[in-house]
């Protein structure tokens, strides 16, 4: 679960530190200002699936079993990845570009939604009775890991290529990378075996379990959406947004010490 999230969030946040190039290819302007506000806007979009893809992970998961759901998940991200890796620019198919990147967009969403409360799920239900907060943080500790990664990847493709090259074909390669992280959380998920909690659970007690934990508290559902969307979004804006209104050379660095400061803080 650990390297599930890693390269669940590395595929989803290298879009983000990959924006100033993005949007040049798939939102040309005469204003770069507009352009790259509409590449964020496509950013943000995938966080509003994020709910729909934890709703539909968890029927899976309580219908199909934790794996099937875990298993699924890291195909939707992987397949939208590497796509957007091979898609055309602008240039190319005009206004079909970023209607595609959208679309593979809420995909990645969908599948984030999935990935981070299955992963959390999984890991609780096989920790001791004792340990569940210390074994679910490791679904966490690995997304934070996924943004490290994909914050020294962007740094590593800006200090070695070009800016003509990064715009000609070096943003697809962390996308293309998609690939083997892909094929590896897959081939490690199917060695996965399914939950005790779940093989013990009865079908009847798993039928309404996502309309029960809507309507069964209802002011902390909504307390805790709140709660995180907040924080959520003080995350992005610190971490993606602010540093690419910096000079280039030293938008990746601020990123990376950002990051660093917020991962520390969390575990402590």
């Not at 099937?68 to 991200?77: A, F, G, K, P, R």
């Not at 210390?134 to 994909?150: Q, T």
């Not at 590896?184 to 005790?196: A, H, K, N």
Request: neutral net charge; glycine residues 8%.
């Amino acid at each position: 679960c650990f390297v599930g999230n890693l390269l669940e969030w590395y595929e989803f946040a290298i879009f983000g530190y990959l924006t100033p190039y993005i949007s040049q290819l798939f939102f040309p302007s005469d204003h770069p200002t507009t352009a790259l506000f509409l590449t964020y806007s496509i950013f943000a979009i995938g966080f509003i699936m994020r709910p729909l893809g934890a709703i539909i992970a968890g029927y899976i998961g309580d219908h199909y079993g934790r794996k099937t759901s875990l298993i699924i998940s890291i195909l939707i991200m992987t397949i939208p990845t590497v796509a957007i890796g091979l898609l055309p620019t602008y240039h190319q198919i005009g206004f079909l570009a970023p209607f595609l990147i959208l679309c593979c967009r809420l995909l990645q969403g969908l599948s984030l939604g999935g990935e981070f409360s299955g992963s959390i799920i999984y890991l609780i239900e096989n920790a001791p009775k004792n340990k569940r907060a210390y074994f679910g943080s490791w679904a966490d500790m690995g997304s934070s890991a996924g943004m490290i990664l994909a914050t020294l990847t962007s740094l590593s493709l800006t200090n070695v290529l070009s800016n003509d090259q990064m715009l000609n074909w070096g943003w697809r390669l962390p996308f293309l990378m998609g690939v083997l992280f892909g094929g590896l959380g897959l081939m490690m998920r199917r060695q996965l075996l399914e939950t005790p909690e779940f093989l013990e659970s009865s079908v009847a007690s798993r039928r309404y379990a996502v309309r029960d934990a809507i309507l069964k508290d209802p002011f902390t559902f909504l307390l805790s959406i709140t709660f995180l969307a907040i924080n959520a979004c003080g995350y992005y804006i610190l971490i993606i947004y602010l540093p690419q209104q910096t000079t280039p050379e030293l938008s990746m660095y601020l990123s990376l010490a950002s990051l660093s400061i917020i991962d520390r803080k969390s575990v402590v």
